[in-house]
């Protein structure tokens, strides 16, 4: 079946610094990929996709691109702030018949300090 | 355009009890899903929706169900309550069925059984 990795939090840096956050994946077809941010007592917001091979996603200052060959969408931001801090799940989505399902990671915590 | 909308917000139950939870997708939106958030678990699919039929199914027990309205308002019902089904329990809308089609959340029910 399909599923995602994420890299294990929390993540901890400090304003300014350059973040990644890993995620890989295992899909039958051409999925969907997807990062989502989830800030305290909210539900999930959409912060990038890309829907096919070395497509960029790009949002707010981050950005992954669909690696097929690592099977990777890895998140990157330059320069985070302190108003980053959340939770970011990797998902995505399979591509065989019509199907929208989100298969999600456990999520990465970040926390940025001053 | 306003977002997913998900009532109620907070919801308090006791074991034995049944609930229904209500999403109103955004305004054109055909596909509404559903999710259960646990710490353990993370984001596991429930079920998807179109144009009233269900379409997606995910792996959970039969005490919970789903219904979409004409007016593609989806409710969830869990009957039987467990204390493991405490949870956050997300609604997602989005245009179609497909892969690359993005999935718009709500802010989620806090489901507490006591």
């Known amino acids: 079946g399909n599923s995602v990795t994420q890299m294990e939090g929390p993540v901890t840096l400090s304003e300014e610094a350059f973040l990644t956050i890993n995620c890989t994946y295992t899909?039958?077809?051409?999925?969907?990929l997807f990062w989502y941010v989830q800030y305290p007592g909210e539900g999930l917001q959409l912060l990038l996709k890309?829907?096919?091979?070395?497509d960029k996603g790009s949002n707010k200052g981050f950005e992954a691109t669909y690696r097929k060959e690592t099977t990777s969408f890895h998140l990157e931001k330059g320069s985070v702030q302190v108003s980053d801090s959340a939770v970011y799940f990797c998902?995505?989505?399979?591509?065989?018949?019509?199907?929208?399902?989100?298969?999600f990671g456990t999520g990465t915590r970040l926390q940025v300090t001053l | 355009k306003a977002g997913v909308t998900q009532t109620p917000r907070y919801l308090i139950k006791t074991r034995g009890q049944q609930v229904t939870l209500s999403c109103s997708p955004i305004?054109?939106?055909?596909?509404v899903s559903w999710y259960q958030q646990t710490p353990g678990q993370g984001l596991q699919f429930l079920f998807e929706?179109?144009?009233?039929?269900?379409?997606n199914k995910g792996n959970f027990p039969g005490r919970f169900s789903g219904r979409q309205f004409s007016n593609s308002r989806s409710e969830m019902n869990v009957s039987t309550l467990e204390l493991g089904d405490s949870a956050l329990y997300l609604c997602?809308?989005?245009?179609?069925?497909?892969?690359?089609?993005?999935?718009?959340f709500g802010p989620g029910t806090r489901l507490t059984v006591l």
């Open positions: 997602a809308s989005s245009q179609g069925l497909y892969s690359y089609n993005e999935q718009f």
């Open positions: 899909a039958t077809g051409y999925p969907s």
């Open positions: 890309a829907t096919k091979a070395d």
């Open positions: 998902a995505l989505s399979a591509s065989t018949g019509t199907a929208s399902k989100l298969t």
């Open positions: 305004s054109g939106h055909r596909s």
């Open positions: 929706y179109f144009s009233e039929t269900q379409r």
